[in-house]
């Protein structure tokens, strides 16, 4: 079981706007840090939530968690509260920020997205804001890779448009070797409207909302299997091929 604490909260604010995304239409797209939430208040929270029955305790929420400038004041602050494996779930668009790559060194575990091996592909799926590139993600996060400490995973989003990618993504994978890469497909509604529900846990949606494309399972274990032989990596999906 996971407790997610989400350092955004006030709205969906995010350096991306994916077509997949389960808060809908990015509301603020920008890449620059700012604290949203008081790390006091974060704090405050934690201790009235039901932390101790949490197995993980995973960073993410209403957009992009790296974002929050107050991450790393987070990160510390949830380690020494719970004493419970630290999960964050990013973008990568900020992984250029030492500062950022330090602070990451308090999480156990550090999920990068990847849905693109292609700046065209990049551009339609993840829709970044003005002047983030897949090749700069890619770059930073190798640089992340060489000092981070914890687990690194990658996760992929397959959708109709990135399903023939699958040698360019297995380059890039080769390029930053993580140690597990784990592959999904949209299972969730896409919201029109931001409505706080979208950030739970889906059982039962009850707001304005459209089905999104998968990849069929028989596709799904197609690029699992391929995946696996060009890269010998540790995938694991959403359908699972065992
Ligand atoms: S990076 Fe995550 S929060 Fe941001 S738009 Fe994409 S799916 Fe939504």
Request: aromatic share 6%; glycine share 6%.
């Amino acid at each position: 079981m996971s407790l997610g604490v989400d350092p955004i909260c006030v709205s969906s604010i995010c350096s991306f706007n994916c077509t997949y995304c389960q808060l809908g239409f990015i509301q603020v797209r920008v890449n620059e840090r700012q604290v949203f939430v008081p790390t006091e208040k974060v704090m405050r929270d934690l201790c009235e939530s039901r932390w101790r029955e949490a197995d993980i305790i995973t960073v993410s929420g209403s957009g992009e968690p790296t974002l929050a400038a107050n991450l790393g004041e987070i990160l510390v602050g949830l380690k020494a509260h719970t004493g419970k494996p630290i999960l964050v779930l990013t973008n990568g668009t900020l992984l250029h920020l030492p500062e950022l790559r330090e602070e990451l060194n308090h999480a156990d575990k550090v999920f990068i997205k990847l849905d693109a091996a292609t700046e065209e592909t990049f551009r339609r799926i993840n829709r970044p804001v003005a002047g983030v590139t897949l090749d700069g993600i890619i770059s930073a996060a190798s640089l992340f890779r060489q000092s981070y400490r914890g687990f690194l995973g990658i996760q992929m989003m397959f959708t109709r448009v990135n399903l023939h990618e699958v040698p360019q993504f297995a380059a890039l994978l080769n390029r930053l070797r993580p140690d597990e890469v784990q592959l999904n497909t949209p299972t969730r509604p896409y919201p029109e409207t931001w409505v706080v529900q979208t950030r739970g846990s889906h059982d039962g949606v009850d707001y304005p909302a459209r089905p999104l494309k998968r990849v069929s399972r028989e596709e799904a274990q197609a690029i699992e299997s391929e995946l696996r032989a060009l890269t010998g990596l540790n995938i694991i999906s959403v359908y699972g091929d065992k």
